[in-house]
């Protein structure tokens, strides 16, 4: 009978390859382009982008993958001081990411001025006792604020790339060696019914404005995944009826729009045909509704 190898076996399978290997938390004010980094380095649509303020509601799990390392990436809504119920929930989610991190990214907008959401931000990063990354975003753009230098300081393009490379070495820094926690081709851990979610709230917010994004949740009530097709059945919720009568109407029709470009989307990211059945309804104040935001954070 032949001698079974441990180490062979071992070296053999993805769960007990060792790297350097932990969790990161990209912190910062909202549209300081942490979105924006986590698609550009892994070159997948992991999270949605948009030029409105405050997109991102839940932690975003990116998976990013090298030679030597497996850095696992909370992309984090936005913190802010608020005593909305809605927006409370949005602080905790992203604080709680911190809680498991090694190490937190914290990106700050070189395209603005300092704002009081700094130094909201400044005063909770006081009692945290993990290492913190100052990232300076947007340097292709003209600075308004000076930009210090130091060791865990680094400045970022998401748009070239630019940086990224010492930015991940100054990362794994932090890491210690240790098994994967993902098989090497896993670049996000967000399900189905997520993914699908999101990519029709990105297209809400690109064409429409003021309050109505902020006003929106989609439901992906059924998912049918076969060989050659997807089928999906999804709801646009509104807070009122006047907003719904804007996405169905404004613009021969709003909703036929945001329809076409999230199956097209859709299509490319699962690379199959999509059919979506896309309909909006309302749901009032479902912002002040504390069982229903409970239920949509957890």
């Given at each position: ?30 549209n300081t ?52 119920m ?7 989610e ?6 498991d991190?090694?190490v ?9 001025e ?53 930015l ?55 998912v ?11 709801y ?15 613009a021969w029709?709003?909703v ?21 059945s ?12 504390e ?8």
């Amino acid at each position: 009978m032949q001698e079974l190898n441990l180490q062979e076996i071992l070296s053999n399978t993805t769960d007990f390859i060792e790297k350097k290997v932990w969790y990161v938390a990209i912190i910062g004010r909202p549209n300081t382009w942490k979105s924006t980094f986590i698609n550009t380095l892994l070159w997948k649509k992991i999270s949605i982008t948009t030029n409105v303020p405050q997109t991102t509601r839940k932690k975003i799990l990116a998976i990013y993958n090298d030679t030597d390392s497996q850095i696992i990436f909370f992309d984090t809504p936005w913190i802010h001081a608020s005593e909305k119920m809605f927006n409370k929930e949005i602080n905790k989610e992203a604080i709680n990411s911190i809680k498991d991190a090694a190490v937190i990214l914290y990106f700050i907008d070189t395209s603005r001025e300092w704002w009081e959401e700094e130094n909201y931000i400044k005063s909770f990063l006081q009692d945290v006792k993990i290492p913190i990354i100052k990232v300076y975003t947007k340097i292709d753009l003209r600075p308004k604020i000076n930009i210090p230098q130091g060791e865990n300081t680094h400045k970022i393009s998401s748009i070239s790339k630019t940086w990224f490379k010492s930015l991940i070495e100054k990362i794994k820094t932090y890491l210690k060696k240790g098994f994967m926690n993902y098989w090497e081709d896993y670049y996000t851990s967000q399900d189905i019914f997520f993914r699908i979610s999101e990519i029709i709230r990105e297209k809400v917010f690109l064409h429409t404005s003021e309050e109505i994004p902020h006003s929106i949740y989609v439901s992906v009530e059924e998912v049918e995944d076969k060989e050659d097709i997807l089928r999906i059945i999804a709801y646009i919720y509104t807070e009122t009826d006047s907003q719904r009568f804007i996405i169905i109407w404004k613009a021969w029709s709003l909703v036929t729009q945001i329809w076409k470009e999230a199956r097209i989307n859709l299509e490319e990211i699962f690379e199959k045909k999509v059919f979506l059945s896309l309909r909006v309804k309302t749901k009032e104040k479902w912002k002040n509704d504390e069982k229903f935001i409970k239920k949509m954070f957890s």
